[in-house]
């Protein structure tokens, strides 16, 4: 009699290879949403007394040279200064500059910042 042979445990791995895939594109996005924003990597003055800075709304990178990057791009003081005027003037700026950007630079970025009405503006620098 068939009815009453024993039939052999089998185990389905279709649905559980479909939960992995879920999980793991679940996982992927949940990382890069944790990235806040991207930067280019740059080597900050160092200070005894940095104290951390809230999240800033907008980090603006200086190099050596004087480029001013936002976002992944370089603009100049005047493009600046009109992207922060569609901000708004609440807007948190924090300004990165490399370790051998001359003070006239920095100045040249936090003229741009003032001009667009902001007025909370940071340094960017690492704890010694």
Do not use: W
């Not at 791995?13 to 992995?20: A, F, L, S, Y």
């Amino acid at each position: 009699m068939k009815y009453f042979e024993v039939r052999k445990a089998r185990i389905e791995i279709i649905p559980m290879i479909d939960i992995m895939f879920f999980l793991l594109i679940f996982f992927i996005m949940i990382t890069l949403h944790m990235i806040p924003s991207t930067g280019v990597a740059s080597s900050l003055a160092k200070s005894s007394t940095a104290t951390p800075l809230e999240l800033p709304k907008m980090l603006v990178s200086v190099d050596a040279s004087g480029n001013i990057g936002v976002e992944g791009r370089t603009v100049s003081s005047n493009e600046l200064t009109a992207m922060l005027a569609q901000k708004g003037p609440k807007t948190i700026v924090t300004i990165a500059g490399a370790k051998d950007t001359s003070l006239q630079h920095l100045m040249a970025v936090m003229d741009a910042c003032r001009a667009a009405g902001v007025t909370q503006i940071g340094l960017a620098a690492r704890k010694e």
